[in-house]
């Protein structure tokens, strides 16, 4: 099997004697073998196919690729493209969902024969997998993300991409697409309901977010050393990573009394290690568990020693996904309506909003 990372060589093509490389398949002379201008001509080339995913970009006059070759080549790159920290971020599968109504019903045809209306097609389909309006719109921008990516590597015609551009957005009461569900804010009582059934750093971690308004990826990521506590009366967070980092914003979150009463019993520690550990939480609920035995420890209870190298090792701070699974089953033991993280973000807003406007109290 051919490494990933090999480069195809420059050869010689004897029956003509110019010099050749072979790329996906196809044999692209370069010239007389040995001089200077094929040798430039190789270096070129290999660089495109290079920077291109490997992949040689369309012929100048198009056509020469499918709607699913276009694809390949796109997923390549966004598997490179959209990722943090090694990691696949939740865009990858966006795109993917976004992208299986067009392979099914176009993967098999020519770039140049997707115009508007086989995206409007792609669109209506869509629709009827249930999709609501907005995530709708969301999918085809990301069609014609697919599109532009194209155009610039030059696998589509400029006229393609700038054709489906004529395709709009649904509208809000002038589709058969559901309108999702508005995310509403988390009453108090639900919120202090659920609490009663999470460890002490979930806990924090949810009043926390009530009183700042942050997302549940910035809360779960705080350490000490992001934390400038020059200012007596407010402290700022600086998240190591947020949700708008690679547009080039700042991101600084105010911390006033109250979240500074929320989060100092967790400064204990060294500066980069993150406040909120679960490992901790784990540790409170087993010795809880040990207090509350019916009958003594056996002996070979005692003996048991935890696996040097378990297979699943426990980390040293919450997943945004993990924080959701703590905060979903203690609604469930409370007997409370399910709610998520991500809306007390909008419960803060909420407050701050009735706040400013002389509604409630500033408490």
């Known amino acids: ?28 002379y370069l010239g007389p073998h040995g001089a200077e201008v094929s040798k430039a001509e190789y270096d070129r080339v290999v660089r495109e196919w290079l920077i291109n995913n490997r992949q040689l970009p369309a012929h100048p006059g198009g056509g020469s690729i ?16 959209y990722v943090k920290e090694g990691k696949p971020t939740g865009e990858q599968g966006a795109i993917k969902a976004a992208l299986r109504p ?3 019903l176009y993967g098999h045809v020519d770039v140049t024969e997707f115009g508007p209306q086989a995206l409007i097609t792609c669109r209506e389909a869509m629709v009827e997998r249930g999709w609501c309006r907005k995530t709708v719109n969301k999918h085809v921008g990301r069609v ?40 509403l804010p988390v009453t108090k009582e639900h919120m202090e309901a659920a609490i009663l059934h999470v460890s002490a750093q979930v806990a924090a971690m949810i009043r926390l977010q009530w009183a700042t308004g ?19 009366e407010t402290w700022t967070y600086k998240p190591m990573r947020h949700k708008t980092e690679h547009h080039g914003h700042a991101r600084l979150v105010p911390l006033g009394p109250l979240s500074r009463s929320i989060i100092e019993p967790f400064l204990d520690r060294p500066d980069e290690a993150f406040l909120f550990d679960p490992r901790e939480a784990e540790e409170a609920r087993n010795a809880r568990r040990r207090m509350q035995r019916a009958t003594p420890m056996r002996p070979m209870d005692r003996r048991r020693k935890r696996k040097t190298n378990p297979k699943r090792a426990a980390r040293d701070r919450y997943g945004v996904d993990s924080y959701r699974r703590a905060v979903e089953r203690a609604c469930q033991q409370a007997d409370v309506p399910k709610w998520t993280p991500h809306r007390l973000r909008h419960s803060a807003a909420t407050r701050i909003e009735r706040v400013a406007g002389g509604l409630l109290p500033d408490s």
């Not at 499918?66 to 493209?81: G, R």
């Not at 990516?149 to 991409?161: A, C, D, M, P």
């Not at 054709?163 to 002038?174: D, N, S, Y």
């Not at 942050?214 to 007596?232: F, K, N, T, W, Y």
């Open 66 to 81: 499918s709607v699913a070759e276009l694809m390949n080549s796109y997923w390549a790159w966004v598997q490179t493209h």
């Open 214 to 232: 942050m997302r549940p990826g910035e809360v779960v990521l705080m350490r000490s050393c992001d934390i400038d506590r020059a200012d007596d």
């Open 102 to 104: 067009v392979l099914k």
């Open 1 to 28: 099997m051919t490494s990933r990372s090999r480069i195809p060589s420059y050869r010689k093509h004897k029956p003509s004697g110019r010099a050749v490389v072979t790329l996906n398949g196809r044999d692209i």
């Open 144 to 183: 014609k993300r697919m599109f532009a990516w194209g155009t610039e590597r030059e696998l589509v015609t400029g006229s393609v991409y700038h054709a489906l551009l004529a395709v709009k957005g649904l509208r809000r009461g002038r589709t058969a697409a559901k309108e999702s569900l508005a995310v």
